[in-house]
């Protein structure tokens, strides 16, 4: 027998509705409040222009079964549609699929039904077959950071031109939020035929706008793609991302008028440009997550066997504890971020139907403690550890600040300023000891989870494998009932903070700020600026 999916309540988080997720809610401290932004809807704009984005970080290649990168993710939401979306409120809804799916009462088929007669950018037929094509390179292509977002997949399959069917060896819940990130979108077979493991530099999908170039460390354009299905619904002629790495330099070109929307707005400078009369703030509290990977065995590169590392910090929990204890989450967080972000130190969202006191709370901040245990493990101090961090004020600021704290708990910390796309490269190569890195957050937990703990995930940068934790994290992903779900979420954060092999910091609030001369921009909690509908408004200058 079939169930409609939106019966099964976990079984993609269809129900899964933060409530810090309603348009203009506040957030759980009350002292800001949600705005994603306005669609264009019956406002009077202006067909055609230029909108230029200034962007915070280079991304990393627009190749989505490889890509690790928020940054990416926001050109790609532009040029490369999935087969799910999530709406501003958290709810999943389709985009290249026509409904949601349909899954047999063993659990182990999963029917997609996909649109058809519409065209790809190269004018490929877009079917089940493409659909197919494309899940398949993200579940077996060597690299892919997909693979462990799709569960225990059996078979792809297709039923006619319009029918998708993903048959597993085990049931397995969040399919459908994957299939709303990356894991979803879906690329022209010819281009893949063509380009190979090169599709990143030329992508070609389904989506409001197509590629145009890519100059490396400066801008990527993409231009209006007249084949798109919605084509009457996209009014820019084109987009400009500029890579535009200090926070100053993106705040002075969005009061020039030079760019018209710019992310990552600091907390040093947000206050004063949400006073600009010519400029909105959008704001949301995020998904995701910021916080330290330590590596604990990822020696031959993401994925591959965990194999031990000779370092007190990799070889012993006491060290990873005493670090943990170390750190002054909400102290910090405050000082540094003039109290817009949040402290956190567990993986699952505030707020979210998965959210439970358990799965939430963190350990007291306890530097005596820390000591006691570094010489418990026979460890002198100070420790030595080297953080390889993304060299943007925030980050560094933030850094500096955990320097000088860490110093009670007995930890020397060496800071290394590194470039955005090195650090992604060096978390897949295990080239570091601990890195100060975070995840843009989904809504289902297993993407906040699961990818980075389960042993081979292809996000495991760590190197962390622990059998009673995959076992937890299996029986979490297999299982529809919510309440199980937190159940089981609120035991595995119990055993990572046992073990510590990543140490969840804070979550940031998603500052984007643009020009009041363009609308129908929007940011949700899932971290993506999303500009296909974006316009500029008639009467704009």
Known sequence: MLIRLSRLLALGSIAVVLASCAQQTQDRTGAHTDDFGTPVGTQAVREGGELVMGLSAEPDRLDPTTSSSLITRYIMSSVCEKLYDSDSSGKLVPQLATALPTVSGDGLTVTIPVRTGIEFADGTKFDAAAVQTSLQRHLTLPGSQRTSEMGPIAAVETNGADQVVIKYKTPFAPITAALADRAGMIMSPAELTKAGNDFGDNPVCVGPFKFVKRVPQTSIVVERDPRYYDAKNVHLDSITYRIMADANIRGTNLRSGDVQVADYISPQDVDALSKEPNLRLLQTRSLGFMGMYLNVGNVDGVGKPAKPIDTPLAKDARVRTALALSIDRSALVNTVFNNWFEATCTPIVPDSTYATKS??????????KSLSLLAEAGVQTPYKIKLQVQNSQDRLRYAQALQAQLKEGGF???????????????????????????????????ANVSRFLTTGSSGNYSGYSSTALDDLLGKAARTTDTAQRADLYAQAVKLVQQDNPYLYTYRERLLTVHTTKVTGIEVYPDGVVRLGKAAFLANAG
């Open 359 to 368: 799965a939430t709370e963190c350990p007291a901040y306890d530097p005596k």
């Open 412 to 446: 020397d910390l060496e800071i290394i300023p590194t470039e955005y796309s090195t650090l992604l490269d060096v978390q897949k190569k295990g080239t570091y000891e601990a890195l100060l890195l975070g995840w843009s957050g989904r809504i289902d937990p297993d």
